[in-house]
């Protein structure tokens, strides 16, 4: 089991930056995949970013791209996803998850994710 909590969700204004926060406990951080997700109100959940295990691979939605950044800190069992020049439309509840499978490469399918956490709100302004 993998247990991950969000933080650093909040209300900000158009074009500010936000850091979010996942800390992840009970299995080898290192041995995981890890990846952000959002779902807006109304919407279907939706791939943000994901990180290789050493951080040697990262990649991001288009809408993101260029504003975001994913990274990870294995000695303090953590990723995190930078956020720039937000957009209201970047208004969501963003999900941490993880995939614990051996021998796999990081995706965007939702459902190659084993865990995941209990989501963090993040609320842009115009």
């Known amino acids: 089991q993998v247990q991950l909590v969000e933080s650093g969700g909040e209300l900000v204004q158009a074009g500010g930056s936000l850091r979010l926060s996942c800390t992840a406990s009970?299995?080898?951080?290192?041995?995981?995949?890890m990846g952000w997700f959002r779902q807006a109100p109304g919407k279907e959940r939706e791939f943000v970013a994901t990180?290789?295990?050493?951080?040697?691979?990262?990649y991001y939605a288009d809408s993101v791209r260029g504003r975001f950044t994913i990274s990870r800190d294995n000695a303090k069992i953590t990723v995190y996803l930078q956020m720039n020049f937000l957009k209201p439309e970047d208004t969501a509840v963003y999900y941490c998850?993880?995939?614990?499978?051996?021998?796999?490469?990081?995706?965007?399918?939702?459902?190659?994710?084993?865990?995941w956490g209990q989501g963090t709100q993040v609320t842009v302004s115009s």
């Open positions: 998850a993880a995939d614990a499978a051996l021998f796999t490469s990081p995706t965007t399918r939702a459902y190659d994710y084993d865990y």
């Open positions: 990180i290789s295990r050493n951080s040697a691979y990262t």
């Open positions: 009970g299995r080898t951080f290192s041995g995981l995949i």
